[in-house]
């Protein structure tokens, strides 16, 4: 594990007792889970697939039945995959702060839910909602139908919307889509009031979730980084620990709970 800025003695404690808390999250949280990060080298999604065809409504509208595919082959690879060491971490630390803490997430994968975290915010979504690309209504879709040998026979792909038969598609944010207004204007809220923000596992590359470090660390916030590379948060933040979040987070909320105690 690398340090580029320690947490000294004196600033940990006084990181436990600050009033409010909030912890941004990207892919890098859940790659020990065996989710695939975005872009990482070789490993990337965006090295291996085409983000315009893929991450747009334009290239849905092109190719529906290869966007909704994609996302089938993400949803499988997440399906198997579990919370890691990191997530159920940033569950501990939500106890530490009972009064004002808040997880904003851009992963889609609903990781944090699962390992327990309460106050989460989904910036992109969820992968396993779904809605329809026409009328934007909620779609319901039966656990076996979305990838059903029954569907893939009738040729359905993706299903159809029960309300308007437009093509059904990921309830995500794609590139070229505005958040959900209520998501970033409550992210935008906690992260100007915030007296400690953890930024955890993201290249902080896309925007408007980008930008919420930033909004943090001005309104007076002490800024904690944690990641396997440095990024351009690195350059402003308190401190900064570069490593797995799986083997850092642990420790550093172990390390915390000891001060919240005394
Ligand atoms: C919008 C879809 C407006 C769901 C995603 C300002 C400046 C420049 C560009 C823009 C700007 N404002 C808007 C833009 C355009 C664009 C954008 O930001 N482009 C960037 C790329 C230049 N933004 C948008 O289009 C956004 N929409 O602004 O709309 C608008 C308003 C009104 C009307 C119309 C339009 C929408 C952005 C959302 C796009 N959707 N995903 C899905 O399929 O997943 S983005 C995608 O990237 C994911 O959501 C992902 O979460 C997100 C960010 O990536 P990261 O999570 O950071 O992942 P990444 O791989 O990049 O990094 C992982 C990091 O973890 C690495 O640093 C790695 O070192 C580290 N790591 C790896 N392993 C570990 C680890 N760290 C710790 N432990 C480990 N084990
Ligand atoms: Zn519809």
Known sequence: M????????????????VSSCVVMTGAGVSAESGIPTFR???????????LQELATPEGFEANPRRVWE????????????????AHYALVRLEGLFPKEFWLITQNIDGLHASAGSKNVIELHGNIFRNKCFRCSAPVELAEDVAGSAELQKREEIPPRCPRCGGNVRPDVVWFNEPLPGECIDKSIKHSSRCKAFFVVGTS??????????????????????????PTPVTDYADFTILGKAGEILPKLVERMEQFSVT
């Open 40 to 50: 990482d080298a070789q490993t990337g999604l965006w090295s291996r697939f085409n």
């Open 2 to 17: 690398a340090i580029i800025k320690a947490i000294d003695e004196i600033s940990l404690p006084r990181l436990c007792k």
């Open 204 to 229: 902080a590359a896309v925007y408007p979730a980008a930008q919420l470090p930033t909004v943090a660390r001005r309104a007076g916030a002490c800024l904690v980084e944690i990641n396997t590379e």
């Open 70 to 85: 994609w996302y089938e082959y993400r949803r499988r690879i997440i399906k198997k995959a579990s919370p890691n060491p």
